[in-house]
């Protein structure tokens, strides 16, 4: 299978995404995204190598990716979150409306702030309505699948130990350029060991 990843060049990020400019600083030629990002990852500020990426993949293998992250950094403590990873996964494979529906509604019942109700956001903002009156549509804007999925794996990575999470954050991108390149998507984990792919 050839690239899952939308863009030839790390700028059309910044393109599609203009606000991702304010928290993530644009590359000075044109390189690569998956090369952009582990620029970022062995720059001063790993983490912004994660919110990159989240927004590098179509919105579906964004919710992919950012689902395996939490799954691996044990981000799933409750059976609501499992419940909403579940649904999520769902939704990935399904990527039809009721399936996105119902894990915004399950997102948003579990009333948590964790990792795994993050991803829920992310399925449920990938299409539909801001607005809860059907009569008044207010599409969704474009990064908040992006956003959503950042802010999970952000939240399962600080749960971690310092130590923890700068393998984790290495994992979680070589996972998503692995994928993004066509392969299945590996197992990410916060312990060294070598990959594994499910």
Partial sequence: ???RIRFTKAKQVFEAYPELADSVSEPSGD?????YALELEQGEEPLKAIEYFAHVLPKRE???WGMKC???LDGAQSEKDRKV???SETWVR?????ARAAVHAAAEAAKADSAAVWIGFAAGWSGGSLSPNAEHRVDMPDDLTAKAVNAAVMIALGSLAPAERQEAVKSCLSAGLSFAGGSPMP???YKSQAPVTS
């Fill in 1 to 3: 299978m050839g690239s």
């Fill in 31 to 35: 390189v690569a995204p998956g090369e």
């Fill in 62 to 64: 964004s919710v992919w």
């Fill in 70 to 72: 939490v799954a691996g």
């Fill in 85 to 87: 990873l579940e649904l």
């Fill in 94 to 98: 399904e990527g039809d409306e009721d």
């Fill in 187 to 189: 197992v990410v984990s």
